[in-house]
């Protein structure tokens, strides 16, 4: 297996480049920040922006604990690779990765300032220091359950880096908040989350009211999202399975992309046709 490092300082833009760099060398795999991805897939592992401190997050990112180190050991083996990418903070960082998954000593190392100019290195700071803002190499729909709640637009926060150049495609990385950043946690109550499907029944031509919404499980005690209950009454006259398929449908999409709480099932309850 050919092993390639990138290096550079926290917030310079790693994650970010990572997934351009992986397609111009031909690298199969990533390690970054305690995840294994290959192929454009979370295979193994535990992301450090799931930690709730920063030296937890640190700890998580050196595959401090066995268990998991183990873990992401033996999904290297099975997906018998050519080529992997390990990202680090520094060649000590990368080098004590490689050695705790027992990986060869890397071939040819690329450092954060080879492949990104100062400008650009400058705007991922801003993004990292004043929002709080990380990537993860990997699509969202691979690492939704476990962020629900912290998730930010990528199109939207990196438009001005994509217009300057249009090549790089972001549609495979995800943008998170983590848990450890600084900005803190944050709570959307359930009247806000009711509010949403009630704006949804407003613009529904076949939703005639909602009666009732109820949030079945809350952020804070569920980590891989939320379940949505919501008794309605429907117009008469309408397909009624294709309606309220829909209308559920409408509400996990609108309530997703508004609060960034992964929509794990919505239960829905037709009391009456009017």
Known sequence: MKVFSLSGKSGTGKSFQAV?????????????????ICRNKVVAGISAKR???????????LFF???????????????DLKSILVIGTSDEMVDKI??????????ERIY????????ERVTATKYRNELGQHVIPAPTFQIK??????????????????????????????????????????????KVLADIVDCIQEESSTVYEVIKVIVT???EVASEGIGIYVAANFKYG????????????????????????????VDLDIRNVI
């Not at 829909?246 to 309530?255: E, G, V």
């Open 145 to 190: 359950r476990q962020f629900s709640g912290y998730f930010m637009s990528p199109m939207r926060i990196f438009r001005d880096i994509g217009s300057l150049y249009p090549w790089r495609d972001v549609s495979e990385k995800s943008v998170v908040r983590p848990s450890y950043s600084y900005l803190g946690r944050y709570n959307i109550s359930e």
């Open 98 to 107: 490689i050695a705790r998954l027992e990986l060869p000593e890397p071939q």
């Open 112 to 119: 954060i300032e080879d492949i990104t100019s100062d400008e």
């Open 51 to 61: 930690q709730p401190t920063k030296i937890t997050a640190i700890k998580t990112a």
């Open 217 to 219: 499980q809350q952020q």
């Open 20 to 36: 351009n760099l992986c397609k111009q060398r031909n690298i199969q795999g990533i390690i970054d920040d305690g995840l294994f």
């Open 238 to 265: 309408e397909n009624l399975p294709k309606a309220a398929e829909k209308f559920q449908r409408d509400i996990a999409n609108k309530i997703e992309d508004m609060t960034a709480f992964y929509v794990f099932r």
């Open 65 to 79: 604990e066995d268990e998991h180190c183990k873990e992401v050991r033996e999904a290297i083996s099975r997906t």
